[in-house]
């Protein structure tokens, strides 16, 4: 079946420092890939997305490259803020015979301090 | 995008009670979701609501414990039934747009706290 696999957390990292969060995946066919990210106390909110091998999403400074031959997501921004501390969701959703349904991977939590 | 919102924010509930939320969408759209998030953890898809008949629910999820309603396009309801404490989480809905775009947003959650 489908699956998501994130690197664990928390990731504690200083200001303007690089992050990266990895995200692999395990589906048949051509999934979407999305990341998601959870403010404390709020609701999900999308950050980016990528529909086929190849597309780069992009938001806020954050980027993810959909790799079909690596099968990974990873997440990465260049110069983080403490706006940034949040929980980070990767994802996917299969467009066939499981349409719309999301399968999200455990979530990756970011600190960052000043 | 939507704008989606949930009734209620959060409340404290005692064992053995009932507690309906709410799912109000703002737009048209064509699928509707309830997830679950216990505490520290990732999502769970309890059911997709379906308009105007039952719900589809994922293995481990029954219509007894989380019946859900959907009466139109932009309202549905998910009930928790029989509450017990290791029902405490986060409850969120969530929409895919009309329009055929393969994303899903979601609403604000519900943070239940079960006694």
């Given amino acids: 079946g489908n699956s998501v696999t994130q690197m664990e957390g928390p990731v504690t990292l200083s200001e303007e420092a690089f992050l990266t969060i990895n995200c692999t995946y395990t589906a048949t066919g051509y999934p979407s890939l999305f990341w998601y990210v959870q403010y404390p106390g709020e609701g999900l909110q999308l950050l980016l997305k990528a529909t086929k091998a190849d597309d780069k999403g992009s938001n806020k400074g954050f980027e993810a490259t959909y790799r079909k031959e690596t099968t990974s997501f990873h997440l990465e921004k260049g110069s983080v803020q403490v706006s940034d501390s949040a929980v980070y969701f990767c994802a996917l959703s299969r467009t066939t015979d499981s349409w719309g349904k999301f399968q999200f991977g455990a979530g990756t939590q970011v600190v960052v301090t000043p | ?115």
């Fill in chain 2, 1 to 115: 995008s939507a704008v989606i919102s949930q009734k209620p924010s959060r409340d404290i509930c005692q064992r053995g009670t009932s507690l309906t939320i709410q799912c109000q969408v703002d737009s048209q759209v064509t699928m509707m979701f309830w997830y679950r998030q216990q505490p520290g953890q990732s999502l769970t898809l309890i059911a997709t609501a379906n308009q105007g008949s039952e719900a589809t629910y994922e293995s481990g999820f029954v219509i007894d414990k989380f019946p859900i309603s959907r009466p139109n396009l932009t309202f549905s309801t998910l009930t928790v039934s029989n509450m017990s404490p290791e029902d405490s989480s986060i409850y969120l809905c969530s929409v895919v747009l009309a329009g055929g775009r393969n994303e899903q947003f979601f609403g604000p959650g519900t943070r239940l706290t079960v006694l």
